[in-house]
T-cell receptor, first 113, second 115 residues
Framework: TQLLEQSPQFLSIQEGENLTVYCNSS?????LQWYRQEPGEGPVLLVTVVTGGEVKKLKRLTFQFGDARKDSSLHITAAQPGDTGLYLC?????????????FGRGTSLIVHP | NAGVMQNPRHLVRRRGQEARLRCSPMKGHSHVYWYRQLPEEGLKFMVY????????ESGMPKERFSAEFPKEGPSILRIQQVVRGDSAAYFC?????????????FGPGTRLTVT
């Protein structure tokens, strides 16, 4: 069973601060996704990373995939209240033809104005 | 350009009744996944379906739960004889198929409350 550990579990910061959240595993993933989920809604796909060492930017969000494809990080610059939500990472190895990604438990972020 | 649709958004059932949750995938998507989410517990995989086929149901309880994705119409997750422990948010996600990226697109969820 693949496990994805996300840290921190909770994060409460002021508007304008920077933050980084982490997604770690002992398993190698062929790809990894980051999602954001707002209260009462379903997760929304933010990005997919597939290559070890890959860095992708989405406005103030920077995503990095570890060289060994076992871990990933999400860095938010100058956080805004609109960034509040649950950030989930998900990965799948494709071992045995499985197309079922494993989800971490998420990092709950609150950005105070 | 509709995304994944789920209905109803909220469902209240008394213990012992049946709950039927519907999911229409994004246009062009032939794969559907169902997940259950409880506060502080993340998303738990239940079942993975293609049209007319159950590919993996390893996360779904053997009793009272069933799922289908017919050739025509939405995917259905059925819970028979509901109990209070079934109260949760149920999400479906769709994907275009067996792709390398495993990207999924989620619906808004159905919040089931068992009284």
């Amino acid at each position: 069973t693949q496990l994805l550990e996300q840290s921190p579990q909770f994060l409460s910061i002021q508007e304008g601060e920077n933050l980084t959240v982490y997604c770690n595993s002992s398993s190698v993933f062929s790809s990894l996704q980051w999602y954001r989920q707002e209260p009462g809604e379903g997760p929304v796909l933010l990005v997919t990373v597939v290559t070890g060492g890959e860095v992708k930017k989405l406005k103030r969000l920077t995503f990095q995939f570890g060289d060994a494809r076992k871990d990933s990080s999400l860095h938010i610059t100058a956080a805004q209240p609109g960034d509040t939500g649950l950030y989930l990472c998900a990965g799948a190895s494709g071992v045995g033809g499985s197309y079922i990604p494993t989800f971490g438990r998420g990092t709950s972020l609150i950005v105070h104005p | 350009n509709a995304g994944v649709m789920q209905n109803p958004r909220h469902l209240v059932r008394r213990r012992g009744q049946e709950a039927r949750l519907r999911c229409s995938p994004m246009k062009g998507h032939s794969h559907v996944y169902w997940y259950r989410q409880l506060p502080e517990e993340g998303l738990k995989f239940m079942v993975y379906l293609q049209k007319e086929n159950i590919i993996d149901e390893s996360g779904m309880p053997k009793e009272r739960f069933s799922a289908e994705f017919p050739k025509e119409g939405p995917s259905i997750l059925r819970i028979q004889q509901v109990v209070r422990g079934d109260s949760a948010a149920y999400f479906c996600a769709s994907s275009p198929g067996r792709t390398h990226s495993y990207e999924q697109y989620f619906g808004p969820g159905t919040r089931l409350t068992v009284t």
